[in-house]
């Protein structure tokens, strides 16, 4: 069996595929992603090291995806395939479209399994009803194929968290972090993410899980404040929360030409996220108990003082990374 992960440089994915690797369930897994920077590849190289550590029987392959035959082909070497929702904002196709796309295509190469995983913090909030799109474009995926398998995740945490990722840099890094929230008491339910590897790795062992959807989250419910403050006692750092006096002038919020180019489209995203998050809709999902699941909380992952810091070859630390240590 061979498994194609499309969107494969991500902080999130690799927390799966690492999983999957390590398993040896497959054959073959194949690695596909856009690429449309120098850092994404580079993102995606250090992670291949992190794997050659990892004693394992199957073959990893590295696809980039440039245009819509790389894809076909990509789906043509595989029999079960995973979607995960990219985090680029500029330079690649719209995120709607391409999972519509990618769901014609796998109903066209017969796969035996066809899974999208869409993490809430990786959709595009600089577009007009973002959240409305999305809804429209899942829609649309199940109607190109019937069998997929839906997996929505509310914000994650953890080394292989894209949202907890960015802000431990910036805590760490001294960056200022703009904070604005429309309802600055909105309660999420953060998912640990080798809780999202562990229930990919069970949908895809399970045959008999098709045509569902489940909505990932974690057992404890937090504020986006909240967590901030979980990650500052963890690095013994405080976030510099609204403190950037050309942020006040020019917010990451206000997206314009000059905003553009002071600000990296992730770091725009993230500061739009933080301010349009709602907590998610509950229905039309399938319950997780079947999973036999006992999430993590943040704070069982996020010990306070038990950071520590060393210098990252990872190109979107600027500085420094957290290695999180989970201590008994």
């Known amino acids: 069996m061979s498994l194609l992960i499309f969107s494969s440089a991500n902080k999130i994915a690799q927390g799966i595929i690492k999983r999957l690797y390590a398993s040896n369930q497959f054959e073959r897994i194949i690695c596909a992603d856009l690429y449309p920077t120098y850092s994404s590849v580079q993102r995606f190289l250090y992670f291949r090291e992190e794997l050659d550590e990892i004693n394992s029987s199957t073959t990893l392959i590295e696809r980039k995806i440039e245009e819509k035959s790389d894809l076909i082909k990509a789906i043509s070497e595989a029999s079960h395939l995973v979607y995960i929702t990219h985090d680029y904002y500029t330079l690649v196709p719209s995120k709607l479209n391409l999972i519509k796309t990618t769901a014609q295509l796998a109903k066209n190469a017969k796969l035996e399994k066809f899974i999208a995983l869409t993490p809430i913090e990786h959709d595009h909030y600089n577009e007009q009803n973002s959240l409305v799109k999305t809804d429209i474009s899942i829609d649309e995926a199940k109607a190109a194929y019937p069998n997929l398998v839906h997996l929505k995740s509310d914000i994650t945490f953890g080394q292989h968290s894209s949202f907890a990722d960015i802000l431990i840099r910036r805590i760490v890094n001294g960056q200022p972090i703009h904070f604005k929230p429309e309802n600055p008491n909105a309660l999420s339910s953060p998912i640990f ?105 943040m704070e069982e992952i996020y010990l306070p003082n038990k950071a520590t810091m060393n210098i990252s070859r990872n190109p979107s630390s600027i500085t420094e990374k957290i290695i999180t240590k989970v201590l008994d």
Do not use: W
Not at 222 to 247: C, F, P, V, W
Not at 268 to 287: H, M, R, T, V
């Open 193 to 297: 993410s080798d809780d999202i590897a562990t229930i990919v790795e069970s949908c895809l062992k399970d045959s008999s899980i098709q045509e569902k959807s489940y909505l990932l989250q974690g057992s404890k419910q937090y504020t986006i404040g909240d967590m901030i403050s979980t990650l500052q006692r963890h690095t013994s750092r405080e976030a510099k929360i609204n403190e950037s006096i050309i942020e006040k002038v020019l917010p990451p919020t206000h997206v314009n030409f000059i905003s553009e180019r002071l600000y990296e489209p992730e770091y725009i995203n993230f500061a739009q996220f933080i301010k349009q998050y709602k907590p998610l809709d509950q229905s039309g999902f399938e319950n997780l108990d079947s999973f036999g699941i006992t999430f993590k909380a």
